[in-house]
């Protein structure tokens, strides 16, 4: 097991090393490596938008004849992710950049050109100083211009800053909370008066039409006086009723005290001194004893039952039958 992790070789006693024929490669072999995009662009065959740090699998060539201080440079090839159209971009050591070569349009090159339109103006002014002294005198006086102008717009943002800093931003805060507040109450108030208002306007209107409505309506009857209250000491001048126990067939039938049930029942006879008196004759003084018991009708104790006012009854005929 110990031999497959052997780390040395054998070499013959008559090893030469130069006897090993070199591998001979084209220069300009390519490789296989893994990348991903370097900037936007865009395939000319499709219109597809391939993005900065899209990946793929590129191939890698040395370009020919082309060098930038001694450093070579490279050239990638890939392919397009929906058409698979191929697309091929190069180094560019001098501006530490990639230039695209074909397949494709690089976007939003704003920057880059920009960059560049600065620099050829620098060499254009550098040119032009070279040779012409009174150029040189021209543009430092528009720099030294140019200069007091930015200084001047500095010390103005610098006097605004300090304004501000001396402004309490929380006593602004505090006072806007307020006046909100205030405007609020404010609405409140005048919903509330806006509701009274209609509240109170409704009130009139109702009043108004209550008055028309009186008017044409006949006049109510007078409401009738309410019966006057007995006297609460009237109850002693009462005899006291009779109480007695209710019969068996008083509690099965009912009673017949009432006298409302028996009415129409109970005919009252006329005695002879009711005759007399209609007729106009004299009747007898009531103090006489033999004329007390025919001249007074029965008298019935308040409070009676039927039956004790049936038994008066009763009575009277047998005193009349007798006389």
Not at 57 to 72: C, D, F, I, S, W
Not at 194 to 208: I, S
Not at 241 to 269: I, P
Request: charged residues 35%; negative net charge; aromatic residues 6%.
């Amino acid at each position: 097991m110990s031999e497959r992790k052997v780390l040395n070789k054998y070499y013959p006693p008559d090893f030469d090393p130069s006897k090993i024929p070199k591998l001979k490669l084209p220069k300009d072999r390519q490789y296989v490596v893994r990348l991903m995009a370097p900037f936007n662009m865009r395939c000319k065959t499709c219109g597809e938008y391939i993005y900065k740090g899209k990946k793929f699998n590129a191939r890698k060539e040395t370009v020919q004849n082309e060098l930038y201080l001694g450093l070579p440079i490279f050239r990638f090839y890939i392919k397009c992710t929906r058409c698979l159209a191929e697309i091929t971009f190069k180094t560019d050591p001098e501006n530490t950049d990639y230039t695209m070569e074909h397949g494709a349009t690089r976007n939003f090159q704003a920057e880059k050109l920009l960059e560049e339109e600065e620099k050829r103006v620098q060499k254009e002014r550098e040119d032009e100083e070279l040779n012409n002294p009174m150029k040189v005198l021209e543009n430092r006086t528009k720099d030294s211009k140019l200069e007091m102008e930015v200084l001047e717009n500095l010390q103005e943002l610098k006097e605004l800053n300090q304004r501000q800093a001396h402004v309490d931003f929380e006593a602004m805060l505090r006072q806007h909370r307020l006046s909100e507040e205030e405007r609020q109450q404010q609405e409140q108030d005048e919903d509330q008066r806006e509701a009274a208002a209609l509240v109170e306007e409704a009130r009139k209107q109702r009043l108004l039409e209550d008055s028309d409505s009186e008017e044409d309506a006949v006049p109510a009857p007078p409401r009738p006086r309410p019966a006057p209250r007995p006297n609460p000491t009237a109850i002693l001048d009462e005899a006291p009723k009779a109480k007695r126990k209710a019969e068996s067939w008083e509690r099965s039938v009912g009673t017949l005290g009432s006298r409302a049930q028996l009415s129409s029942l109970v005919v009252v006879r006329k005695t002879d001194l009711d005759q007399d008196t209609q007729h106009g004759l004299k009747v007898p003084v009531p103090g006489a004893p033999h004329s007390q018991k025919a001249a007074e009708p029965v008298r019935r104790a308040p409070g009676a039952s039927s039956l004790s006012q049936l038994g008066a009854y009763s009575d009277s005929e047998d005193s009349s039958g007798s006389n």
